[in-house]
């Protein structure tokens, strides 16, 4: 296991601590104990409603999670009363459009110098997952499975057809999407650090 999981995994333990049991949380989330267990020992990123779920389910926050960065508890728009806490309907009305906007989505941090200085080294890009029915649109960022791994690249349609993928740094050639390469996700968030 990669250091960037097993951290991952050490903060979700850390996070469950003793406000719930696995196996009690796995069924609050409608998750397999089996499947659960996997994130929690070997740092998997889960399904987005499922990570949303363990969010939520922990008060703790997405960025933290995933990357280790950040608060690790929600904190923001709750106002305290003597019995109970208040969130906005605005707030969850912004939030369940915001999901249901995104759609399935993960957590991908960019290594290489492809496409900086727009999106460097280590920014964290949140994809979501393509189907065979999305088409591409031009100019946007996607994450393209190669022969050779994943990238993070531009797409620009040709003139000539097709799509041209385009990093955002001058240095590297414009050239014509190979066939074998397959967008699998767009990007739907992208968080530099500066």
Not at 65 to 86: P, Q
Not at 99 to 117: D, K, L, Q, V
Not at 129 to 143: F, G, N, P, Q
Not at 169 to 186: C, G, Q
Request: proline share 5%; with cysteine; hydrophobic share 35%.
């Amino acid at each position: 296991m990669d250091g960037e999981r097993q951290e991952r995994a050490e903060r979700l333990r850390k996070a469950v601590g003793s406000e719930w049991s696995l196996t009690g949380l796995a069924r609050h989330l409608d998750v397999p104990a089996s499947t659960f267990s996997s994130y929690v020992k070997k740092g998997t990123i889960p399904p987005f409603d499922v990570g949303n779920g363990i969010c939520k389910a922990l008060r703790i926050t997405p960025e933290w999670y995933l990357f280790g960065e950040g608060e690790m508890r929600v904190s923001g728009d709750i106002r305290k009363t003597e019995d109970f806490d208040v969130i906005s309907n605005e707030t969850l009305r912004n939030e369940r459009e915001e999901f249901e906007r995104i759609g399935e989505t993960f957590g991908y941090r960019n290594a290489g110098e492809a496409m900086s200085p727009t999106i460097p080294s280590g920014a964290k890009i949140v994809f979501r997952k393509m189907s065979e029915r999305d088409i591409i649109e031009d100019a946007c960022v996607y994450l393209l499975r190669l022969k050779d791994g994943l990238a993070v690249r531009r797409l620009q349609r040709s003139v000539s057809g097709g799509f041209m993928s385009v990093c955002d740094n001058p240095a590297f050639v414009i050239e014509k999407l190979p066939d074998d390469a397959k967008p699998i996700a767009k990007a739907m968030r992208i968080e530099i650090d500066l």
